[in-house]
């Protein structure tokens, strides 16, 4: 088996060196997932930011085990740190691009005071309304980020870890998805229990489920 890639603080320092005090690096999980939220993590890191917790890494490349070892790690890490969700409903409403901005903004919301700079993963920066003026600290977009950044790494396990727990939390109210084994992604079993129940007031219905070719789409985990 080849080595999980561990990620640096290279980029986030560079960045610090360029005079950023507060840098708040995100990331989102539940982009693809079929129900339940989708979910922004944020951690908050400083020139005076140590040594990494061992182990960290992307949340997709580490066992659910694995990650919820490193909550309280990258918790005491960073010290300042929130999750923001939007649900199922806003999601239908808005759309998923929408959503995950209105997340992510839930997610700075949150924290204690302003930042001087978003790392953001990916290629696009959601957080800005498509005909918005450039309002709020300046956002730097990296794709794969959450490989090779340290600090959006660790806000990936937090996303990752409390989405995931809140999808465990519904399975009991829901039995027929599985929500605690698939998180609300397009499983075999899930996509089953659609087509045979219908969706619940946790899927996203705006995406027209159940349906075949479009659920065959959503399949891969994001």
């Not at 986030?12 to 507060?22: A, P, Y």
């Not at 993590?41 to 005076?48: A, F, K, L, M, R």
Request: charged share 25%; aromatic share 4%; proline share 7%.
């Amino acid at each position: 088996m080849a080595a999980v890639r561990r990620p640096s603080l290279r980029l986030e320092k560079q960045l610090m060196r360029d005079g950023v005090i507060r840098l708040a690096a995100m990331d989102e999980v539940g982009r693809g997932a079929l129900a339940g939220p989708v979910t922004v993590g944020v951690v908050v890191v400083t020139p005076s930011v140590r040594r990494v917790p061992p182990g960290l890494a992307d949340s997709k490349l580490l066992t659910p085990v694995e990650r919820q070892r490193l909550v309280g790690p990258v918790r005491r890490w960073v010290g300042e740190y929130a999750v923001g969700h939007a649900g199922a409903d806003e999601i239908d409403t808005i759309g998923i691009i929408a959503a995950l901005r209105l997340a992510g903004r839930r997610a700075l919301a949150a924290l204690s005071g302003p930042v001087d700079a978003v790392l953001l993963d990916g290629n696009h920066n959601y957080l800005r309304e498509p005909a918005e003026d450039v309002v709020g600290p300046p956002v730097h977009v990296r794709i794969k980020a959450d490989l090779t950044c340290a600090a959006v790494a660790g806000a990936s396990v937090l996303a990752k870890t409390e989405r995931d727990a809140i999808l465990t939390d519904l399975s009991p109210a829901y039995p027929v998805y599985r929500f605690a084994e698939n998180k609300g992604y397009g499983t075999p079993e899930h996509v089953a229990a659609l087509r045979e129940h219908g969706p619940s007031a946790m899927h996203r219905r705006s995406w027209r489920l159940p349906c075949g070719e479009q659920l065959a789409e959503r399949m891969m985990f994001s």
